[in-house]
């Protein structure tokens, strides 16, 4: 049912195996960077995934969502400097982090693909980049990692909230966050480190619950 070759999407490497199996889709996991991905082949394309996103994304009156964020970005304004400028990279169909993170007193602005396409961040350069629940989704995710790695500045950071996949088989056969089909990959602590290092980054660093952050040299 595989694709003759399900490269991975991270490491690039070609010599996969079959993981598991959905009705409507495939997994895939790497030997050598332990990330479970979605054949390429097998992706539904953009205009379905708006379509989804349209459908389920969280919004401001969402009291649920509002308190979601506001956790996340607890976690992160302690290890921030005053003045430092930020990204929300795939920011989904509001601002809202943004906005907690300017009633801190630090300027962060909003990307998302569908949602706020604002062209203008890729001539910028940020002391963070936040990506929740973003790095799950990215197509093509060591191109689009690498990209984001070239907007930060001396020693920035770029944090990352997703939720690893164990590496028990049984488990992710019943994991609720694989069965989002806009969810395309998942990452273990291993695919982090994989990352950071292609990314000349430090870690992955755990701060909270399922948000981890990757640290740039300071040259
Ligand atoms: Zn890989």
Redesign the pocket.
């Known amino acids: 049912m595989n694709s003759p070759v399900d490269e991975?999407p991270?490491?690039l490497?070609k010599n996969t195996q079959d993981y598991a199996r959905d009705p409507s889709r495939d997994f895939s996991l790497?030997s050598?960077?332990s990330?479970i991905f979605v054949p390429r082949s097998q992706l539904i394309s953009s205009s379905d995934e708006k379509k989804r996103y349209d459908f389920h994304q969280n919004d401001e009156s969402d009291e649920f969502y509002r308190k979601y964020l506001n956790l996340i970005a607890e976690s992160i304004l302690p290890t921030l400097s005053e003045g430092e400028v930020g990204l929300d990279f795939g920011c989904g169909r509001t601002t809202l982090m943004s906005d907690l993170f300017k009633k801190k007193n630090f300027a962060v602005d909003s990307y998302d693909l569908y949602y706020f396409p604002d062209l203008t961040i890729w001539s910028k350069k940020f002391n963070f980049i936040i990506l929740s629940e973003v790095i799950e989704h990215l197509r093509y995710p060591m191109e689009e990692m690498k990209k984001l790695r070239d907007l930060l500045l001396p020693e920035g950071k770029i944090f990352i909230k997703t939720k690893l996949h164990p590496g028990d088989k049984s488990f992710f056969d019943n994991w609720f966050y694989k069965r989002d089909i806009t969810h395309v990959q998942f990452f273990s602590e291993d695919s982090l480190r994989y990352l950071a290092k292609e990314l000349s980054m430090s870690g992955p660093k755990i701060l909270s619950e399922d948000l981890f952050v990757l640290t740039a040299a300071s040259i």
């Open positions: 991975c991270l490491c490497n790497c050598i960077c990330l």
